[in-house]
């Protein structure tokens, strides 16, 4: 949709050599990491996992699934007949059960990358060979840079990492990432592993990382370097509130906001990433299990779709949707049911289990068994695990030297930069080190190290605290303040003695997994513990300004620290990663301009307090008050909205085109051309010419930046659209986002191309796109410019 000006930011920002360097790992860290290399140092180096080793066993030639000549279609279905009803079921779990008189070893699918290679699964795990790898800040904070090269610039590191541990068999080639559900309410403990609550933001996401762990260097469109997974299909977004717990809880939806909200990431991933898989769900949807919803799985995903993949389960789903949900009366046909849906993998052995006893009772055949495995067969012909030694293929170099590389880490660092968010800045940000002689540092998380990288996390290179940052800057005092961040007494005596005598301070407060976490939801917005209190106190004795750093996944309602006017700013870091620390510093002392915008609304605890987390509306209800969710539809008051961020200088907006009316060309017998329509379908002849690119249909906006500051930054540009109020369409929606290095007083175009029938239709009440007639508001900053689209 959007063009690229020439101005528009690359991934990778600022290249001082302020942000470049590279700080030692703390000693108890280094010393760890070292005792761990001893401790392997005399182990042979492992050998991957794969088929096909015709080079160890040449009789192995003959088959035509080794065959690498021939199609990789032709070598899946030579493949399949030759097994046995036994092995192929071996084949729907996540533990391939190895078929030794074909070649065929065990292996693992289940690994996880949501922000760096994981622990997570057993397909994966750390050694003296590979002590660690690039941990990158948890998936919200990545979000808030609104960059997408950066997504897939990070899928790219992460996937090569994946590659160099799988040669020395520390890893597999499936992952299970990323996350792409919708940030739907601000309680949810897994929302930090999400892009937001934005669904165009999130469908960039979700195809950027994709592309950037799923492509090749191949001149094969159809390789893979490592599959990944989008996950959780569908409307999932409770975990464990209030009693209320993922494996029981029935999502309800409306088709609306289905199609509007929640289904468009894993289109995109489908569609737009061609991902290699997408996983469906604990959680049932209007009384489905989503694992065992054909409508859902044969008919959106592969159907609409057209995935080239599996569908994988959630971890035990299917045992779920028979203990836990009691859909099925046996567990044979909890197996049937599923893959008869077209579920093609089970997390689990459930599968295992189960499923020759249901082809025995009829109630599904080989045949689906055959579809299933297929899929799964292919994914795994794509990555190469058939086509003999991985050393001799494309990224058979790879290996633990590749791994938490100089540049590798400094991406990390990069983007917790880049998604930095300055929500507060009175004008004592940022601080200038020669006017510090002491900073006091202060806070639960000031000098936490596995806090920062979030879950479903790794074993990092190597940490940098927000207390190591700061310090190697300027000279520091510190002291936590709370033993954890749920702490039920604060030291607010030392703090306040230690603000009082420091230059200036900085808190470092917030959440870490004990609070938000998988299977750990939030009943309130407040910060925990004593946090609040231990601000508010030390704020007042200070003698100098203080600046409070907020490390969580979701928002917290601070409206206090907001109002207060010893608080001279605020800045939010989500879980930064390994070098969150140096990312802090380098924010904090102004050698990085912040850019960060937030991807999620901050709400006030009063929205929780009356809004129920099982609600899964999207839209507000006048008739009971129910207020929205989201920026998109969310009226009410907030402690910082959607997009919220500001910068280290000014920049400004100017609209230079765009259209005032967009006339649609209707055929003859069109119904609307004889009677009043308040909107048209989004696909017809009047359309067409949108697709093409030579009607008036499709059209383009520019817009003039300027940074009228006195040093350069970047900036994120914003194109928003109002829609008329028909078909109960977003009060606000995002069109595109485009990000912009502008140096002082200097000036650039940014182009968006907007397509009518796509960019500017909304959901109706029966999940169909519709483009709303009359006046169309278009948003960049401040900048309101009126659209009118008639036939």
């Known amino acids: 949709m959007i063009s690229q000006e020439s101005k528009l930011l690359n991934t990778m920002g600022s290249s001082s050599p302020l942000t470049r360097r590279n700080r030692a790992p703390s000693s108890v860290f280094s010393l760890f990491l070292f005792f761990l290399c001893l401790l392997d140092s005399s182990n042979a180096q492992s050998t991957p996992v794969f088929a096909c080793d015709v080079a160890g066993n040449p009789s192995l030639a003959a088959y035509g699934f080794c065959n690498t000549a021939i199609k990789i279609e032709y070598r899946v279905a030579d493949l399949v007949a030759r097994l046995t009803l036994q092995e192929k079921i071996g084949v729907l779990t996540s533990k391939l059960h190895g078929v030794t008189r074909l070649g065929i070893p065990t292996y693992e699918w289940w690994s996880e990358a949501l922000h760096g290679v994981s622990y997570v699964g057993p397909g994966t795990h750390f050694s003296g060979q590979v002590p660690g790898a690039t941990s990158f800040p948890q998936v919200i904070l990545t979000a808030a840079s609104f960059n997408v090269s950066l997504f897939q610039a990070i899928g790219k590191v992460v996937s090569t990492e994946a590659r160099a541990m799988y040669n020395v068999g520390l890893a597999g080639l499936t992952y299970w990432s990323p996350n792409v559900n919708i940030f739907r309410d601000p309680r949810w403990g897994r929302g930090q592993e999400t892009p937001g609550e934005d669904p165009l933001l999130s469908s960039k ?29 569908t409307a999932y977004d409770v975990d464990n ?45 209007n009384g489905k299990p989503t694992c065992a919803d054909p409508d859902l799985l044969s008919g959106v995903i592969r159907g609409e779709w057209k995935l080239n993949g599996y569908i994988v389960s959630d971890c035990d789903s299917v045992d779920v949707l028979y203990k836990n949900q009691h859909y099925t009366k046996t567990p044979e046909e909890a197996a049937a049911i599923s893959i008869n849906a077209g579920l093609d993998l089970n997390c689990g052995y459930f599968l295992g289990d189960h499923t020759e006893a249901a082809v025995k009772a009829g109630l599904v055949n080989e045949a689906a068994i055959d579809k299933a495995i297929s899929n799964n067969f292919l994914t795994l012909m794509r990555l190469g695990f ?51 002689k002491t900073l006091a540092v202060i806070g639960p998380n000031a000098n936490v190290t596995k806090t920062m990288i979030g879950n479903y996390e790794g074993t990092p290179c190597k940490y940098t605290t927000p207390l190591q940052g700061l310090a190697g800057t300027v000279s520091t005092t510190y002291l936590p303040g709370c033993s954890n961040v749920a702490c039920a007494v604060a030291d607010v005596a030392g703090a306040t003695k230690l603000a009082a005598s420091a230059d200036a301070t900085v808190l470092v407060i917030g959440a870490d997994q004990s609070i938000e976490a998988e299977s750990r939801d939030r009943v309130d917005l407040n910060l925990p513990g004593q946090q609040q ?33 010893k608080i001279a700013g605020i800045l939010w870091v989500g879980y930064p990663g390994e070098a969150g620390g140096i990312a802090i510093a380098d924010v904090i002392f102004g050698r990085y301009n912040p850019s960060g915008r937030l991807p999620m609304t901050w709400y ?44 280290y200088t000014k920049f400004s907006h100017s609209l230079v085109k765009a259209p005032r009316l967009v006339s649609l060309s209707l055929e003859e017998n069109h119904v609307c051309r004889s009677s009043e329509c308040q909107s048209l379908k989004a696909i017809g002849p009047h359309c067409d010419n949108v697709v093409s690119g030579t009607g008036r249909t499709a059209f383009e906006v520019q817009i003039k930046v300027q940074n009228g500051g006195d040093r350069e930054g970047i900036h994120t540009v914003f ?73």
């Open 205 to 233: 996401y979700a195809t950027g990382y994709v592309k950037g762990l799923q492509e090749t260097d191949s001149s094969d469109a159809n390789r893979l370097k490592v599959a990944a997974c989008c996950k959780h299909y």
């Open 719 to 791: 194109l928003f659209t109002t829609p008329p109020a028909v078909h109960g369409s977003p009060r606000k929606h995002l069109l595109g986002f485009e990000k912009i290095r502008l140096g002082k007083m200097e000036e650039a175009v940014v182009k968006f191309k907007v397509d009518v029938c796509k960019d500017l239709s909304v959901v109706d009440e029966v999940g169909k796109r519709k483009i709303g007639l009359g006046q169309h508001l278009l948003h960049v900053g401040d900048v309101k410019h009126s659209l009118s689209i008639r036939i």
């Open 386 to 436: 058939f086509d003999g030694d991985p050393k001799k293929q494309i990224y058979g170099g790879l290996g633990p030297k590749d791994v938490c590389t100089p540049a590798n880490q400094e991406l990390a660092a990069e983007a917790a930069r880049q998604g930095i968010v300055l929500l507060k800045n009175t004008g004592s940000l940022p601080l200038s080190p020669k006017a510090i």
């Open 533 to 565: 209190d231990l601000v508010t106190q030390v704020a007042k004795a200070a003698k100098g300004p203080v600046f409070l750093v907020i490390m969580s996944g979701g928002g917290f309602d601070i409206t206090f620290a907001k109002n207060d006017a």
């Open 241 to 285: 509130w209030k009693g209320v717990e993922r494996y029981s809880f029935n999502a309800v939806v409306n088709q609306q906001d289905l199609d509007d909200t929640y289904q468009p990431p894993f289109k995109s991933c489908v569609v737009d990433g061609n991902v290699a898989s997408v996983m469906c769900s604990y959680n049932k949807v």
């Open 604 to 647: 006030p605890q009063s929205y929780v307090e009356k809004v129920p987390m099982t609600n899964m509306n999207m839209r507000p209800d006048n008739s009971n008050g129910y207020p929205g969710r989201t920026y998109r539809f969310y009226t009410g008051e907030t402690v910082y909205a959607f997009g919220d961020g500001l910068s």
